[in-house]
């Protein structure tokens, strides 16, 4: 039953992943691809709509990835999914928070487990840039990323407001696909 198996595979992404979305993505790419639910460009595209939405990557993905395969229904299983185990952790340390406060097993732990979120974000990024940057798409949406990427960090340095970042990034790739920059577009 394909709502049961939603509900099993996203409680198990939400359970064993640490450090929200991004950290997710690894697990999310490898349970969609070994499922044959989607290919990487259509979870490449699933991503870039779950962080152009209001809302935390990990239930919007859950949401996309659940109505994708199981309609309306399937969105709920999977959303509930990724949603209940940080849901039942955080019932769980607010009703010990006290020892777990100043525990050096948990302290310890958790100190372990940064710099695996960030390796974690990492081989993420570089999935997702292997996809979206593939040698057939030629040099131009290369291009066109590094220097939106120059622009990006200038803006950051900047101050720039992340809303006008998003827009005026979207702006260009609109540009660019009808300009015939972008293949595909």
Request: with cysteine.
């Amino acid at each position: 039953m394909i709502y049961l198996e939603l509900f099993l595979i996203f409680f198990k992404i939400g359970a064993f992943t640490f450090g929200g979305g991004y950290a997710m993505l690894p697990l999310i790419q490898q349970e969609m691809l070994s499922h044959n639910w989607m290919d990487l460009e259509q979870l490449v595209n699933f991503v870039a709509v779950s962080e152009s939405t209001p809302g935390p990557l990990a239930v919007n993905l859950a949401s996309f990835v659940g109505a994708e395969t199981g309609g309306l229904l399937g969105a709920g299983c999977a959303t509930t999914g990724v949603v209940l185990p940080s849901f039942l952790i955080i019932l769980l340390v607010a009703k010990f928070y006290r020892a777990f406060q100043t525990n050096t097993l948990v302290k310890g732990c958790m100190n372990g487990l940064r710099p695996t979120v960030v390796g974690m974000i990492g081989a993420s990024l570089l999935s997702v840039a292997g996809s979206a940057f593939s040698l057939s798409a030629g040099v131009v949406p290369l291009v066109l990323a590094v220097v939106l990427l120059a622009v990006i960090l200038f803006a950051h340095w900047k101050k720039v407001h992340p809303i006008l970042l998003i827009v005026g990034s979207a702006v260009v790739g609109i540009a660019a696909g009808y300009a015939g920059l972008l293949p595909g577009v």
